[in-house]
Every structure is written in C-alpha cells, then in structure tokens.
C-alpha cells in the first residue's frame, strides 16, 4: 500500500484510509466483533490511516478504533479524528436512540458545537480518553460550516499551539464543501483538508479553487465520500447521493459511468476510487466499511488497474469535462 506524508510534516499515511463511521453504526448497527474484524482486514491489507470523530455514534466509533489499534505498535499508523462536537451525557440516558444524526446507537450523550480554544483541547482530551491512547497524529476542525468565526479565530489558531507543542503531528479540516475549506488553505497554515463528496465522478466542486490552492500551498487533499453516499458504488432505484434519495439526473449519469466500465472490464467501484487521484494535490481517500467482506471488496476495487482508454472514453462521452484530469495508469508516463 503506498504511503504519502501529510503536506509538509512528517505524517504518513495509506492512500487508501479506513473511514470509521460505519463502525460507529451508520444507519444500521454493526456489532463489536464485526467492527473488530473490520479493522483487522484493513490492517492486513496493509492500510495503516484510520480516521475517526466524537461525532460518529456518539463516540462508539473513537472508542471501537481505540480498542482496535491499541493491540497494535504505537507509531506503526495514523490515527485522525476531529473536534467540534463536545459529548455531552443526555438528560435521560438511555431515553432515545441517535437516529436523528443517522447512527443506530443509543443516545448516551448528545453533541455540543464548540469551536472555543478551550473546546478544542477538552474535544481532544476527551478523544483520548475514548480511544484509551495517548497520542492522536492528525486532528480536524468538523463541519464547522456555520461556525466561521469562531473557527477561524479561536478553534484553528488552537490547533495551530497544540501542534507547537508537539500535542499532535497535523492539522486540517473535515468538510462536505469547498468553498470554506479553500479558505482554510489559502488563509491558514492547514496540512492537510478532507473533503467529502466534492471530487467524485458525479460532482467536481473542489475542482476550481481548493484542489489548485492546495497543490500551490502544499497542502495534502484526502478525499471521502468518492461513492456520494452510495450511488457510485450501487447505482439503480433507492441510491442514495449526498445522504438523500438521488435524484434521476444523478442516477442516469451513475449508470452511464457503469456501463462504461463494463465495456472496460472493471467496476464502477474501481473507477470511483482511482478518479481522485487525476489530481496532484490529492494524496488519500478515505472510505467507510462495515465488515472484513467490504474492506476486502474496497481494497480489490482500489488496487485494480483503470486503463487509460477508459477515460478517453468518458471524455468522449462527455461524462467528464475536458478540463478534469484524470489518474494515469501505472507504468505509463503522465503528459507533460
């Protein structure tokens, strides 16, 4: 599995990432044992760059990551997880489940924004003590979409002290837009920004202005989201794209791109994990499994080769804009 480090620190991490959502129960409940045997096959498949956050689960998914990577050698992976969220416990304990957030999880506690400096070190105390470790390499701001101001001015110059310190290796933001992480590259001193959703085969908004802002900056780009919550990965009635239904549009473009890769001899999967990587400012993705069969599955589709008259061919269709680049083969030579 290759390994890249984070913009300019010493960070390394898999190009592929194991996305720890689902095992925070992410719609449906996965059981301990599965998470578990989850986690393991990424490890012996050689991923070695989990990402985690209080958010996901209410904290079930920072404490399944810990449970997991503490059975192996400190400093033999890259553990990221986020702030933002301070959990709280809920009023009644046990009086309503999480679903209203989209995790099967009972609702324990319940999420507090905080973007304050003194938020951001309690969020990465708290982490630690959920994940039962005493190092976090990278920490993200979360989804702080609607707290601009506090998290330009309080949030990120604390992480930019807590790497000073040594407290942690990297530091970035975690978001389902562009825009704003375009600030955080063009404005601070971020190593690294994930995005979610937004450099996929179906929706090229980091395109414009955060990919090249990245690439200029040095700044490390990981990408989630590269199915758009499901559609790129199973495309047909009941997909769902950006966590809603999908509309037909959306869909007819989806099974357009798997008929192409049909005729090509590969999986939509396939093309939707190697799309990310037309881009030089791109150094990861991330994706969320749930089972030892779907990392299995994943990390097949990651590792299998797209031919380069694949994407010829969906320029000529024109599924992709000409601008859009695209990954070259391993052992062709990227044009000048």
């Not at 404490?63 to 997880?81: H, I, K, M, Q």
């Not at 924004?113 to 701001?141: K, N, P, T």
Request: aromatic residues 8%; negative net charge.
């Amino acid at each position: 599995m290759r390994t890249r480090t984070l913009g300019r620190t010493r960070v390394p991490v898999t190009g592929l990432g194991f996305g720890a959502a689902a095992i925070g129960n992410l719609y449906t409940p996965v059981g301990d044992d599965e998470a578990h045997a989850a986690l393991a096959a990424a490890w012996d498949a050689g991923v070695r760059y989990f990402d985690t956050a209080p958010h996901y689960g209410v904290g079930l998914s920072e404490r399944r990551v810990g449970a997991f990577l503490r059975t192996r050698p400190p400093g033999s992976y890259t553990l990221s997880t986020k702030v933002g969220r301070i959990l709280e416990p809920a009023a009644r304990a046990g009086a309503a489940d999480d679903s209203a957030a989209g995790f099967a999880t009972p609702a324990a506690h319940r999420r507090v924004w905080d973007f304050s400096a003194a938020g951001v070190r309690r969020s990465l105390e708290d982490s630690l003590e959920r994940l039962g470790l005493d190092r976090i390499d990278v920490v993200c701001l979360h989804d702080p979409d609607d707290h601009a101001r506090q998290a330009f001015g309080e949030a990120y110059p604390e992480l930019e002290r807590m790497r000073a310190e040594g407290l942690v290796g990297a530091i970035g933001a975690g978001m389902n837009q562009a825009a704003m992480l375009t600030r955080f590259v063009r404005d601070t001193d971020v190593d690294v920004v994930l995005c979610a959703g937004r450099y996929s085969l179906l929706d090229q908004r980091a395109l414009p202005a955060l990919l090249p802002a990245a690439a200029e900056r040095g700044v490390s780009v990981v990408v989630g989201g590269v199915f758009n919550s499901g559609l790129l990965a199973d495309p047909g009635p009941g997909a769902t794209f950006d966590y809603a239904l999908a509309p037909a549009d959306a869909v007819e473009r989806a099974l357009a791109w798997q008929d192409l890769a049909r005729r090509h001899g590969i999986t939509l999967r396939a093309a939707a994990l190697a799309f990310p990587y037309g881009h030089e400012a791109v150094t990861g993705v991330l994706v969320g499994t749930r089972s030892a069969a779907e990392v299995a599955d994943t990390v097949r589709q990651f590792t299998a080769p797209v031919p380069a008259a694949f994407w010829q061919e969906a320029r000529a269709a024109h599924l992709l804009p000409a601008a859009v680049p695209t990954p070259t083969p391993p052992g062709e030579e990227r044009p000048a």
